[in-house]
């Protein structure tokens, strides 16, 4: 065999392995596999708390609105800001960071990450961290990935930049058209526990134009249940979940 010819095998029988290497990590998308398997991942944390995220903010024509929201009923959370966005409206990062909030970055792009290299991945969390960083006064250390989808590069690139990962147990499916107040409400907890992370969105600007209004409307009687049934809500880092040796739930 020439040369030539054994350097075309060994490609042709490395790129699977490869590629099912780097994708290996998508297995963390399946919601009831992550809750059960891989709990830190997932966002669990102390069983008499959930912690509230907000995903692809800031937005101007949304966000304060939720931020007000939340004034009003003393609450602070996490939100997972996405870089593009961040550039754009400065002033409302330092508003999140201002008003007690913790910020995380959700990338620069929306983007797969399953569809980028290490290098294309490492530059957009970089990219995305500096920034928001530079904007809130402090250096994020929360990295939630596009569409709830990691690839073994995301987790090199996080682990590089001083990030941890966090997905959530249960969201609002509040993206689509057709979602409302009460089908937000109704998702989000019918499928809450204590010690569960709660994924909304504060933005439209990769969903359904004017989605965002359905996560609103919803969110003052998700805070109404969770204090029903005796549960605290704030972000991350008052979840028991991450830095030190909080046990997890």
Known sequence: MTAARLLRTTVLV????????????????????????????????????????????????????????????????????LGRQARRSPGLVRE???????????????????LRGPRATYDDFARAR?????????????????????STAAHLAARRLGLTPVLWTSWGEDWTARATPESVHRTVTGDLHGGGTILLHDSDCTSAPGAWRSALGALPRILDTCEDRGLSVGPLREHGWYGGEAPLI
């Open 14 to 81: 490395a790129l699977p392995v490869l590629a099912a290497a780097h994708a290996a990590p998508v297995v963390s998308t399946f919601g009831p596999l992550r809750n059960r398997t891989m709990p830190r991942l997932a966002g669990r944390g102390r069983a008499d708390h959930v912690a509230l995220t907000f995903d692809d903010g800031p937005d101007p024509l949304s966000t304060p609105f939720f931020l007000r929201a939340l004034a009003e009923r003393k609450v602070t959370a996490t939100f997972f800001l």
């Open 96 to 114: 999140i960071a201002d008003a007690g909030h913790e910020i995380g970055i959700h990338g620069w792009h929306h983007r797969p990450l399953l």
């Open 130 to 150: 500096d920034t928001v960083g530079d904007l809130a006064g402090r250096p994020p250390a929360l990295f939630r990935p596009p569409y709830g989808v990691m």
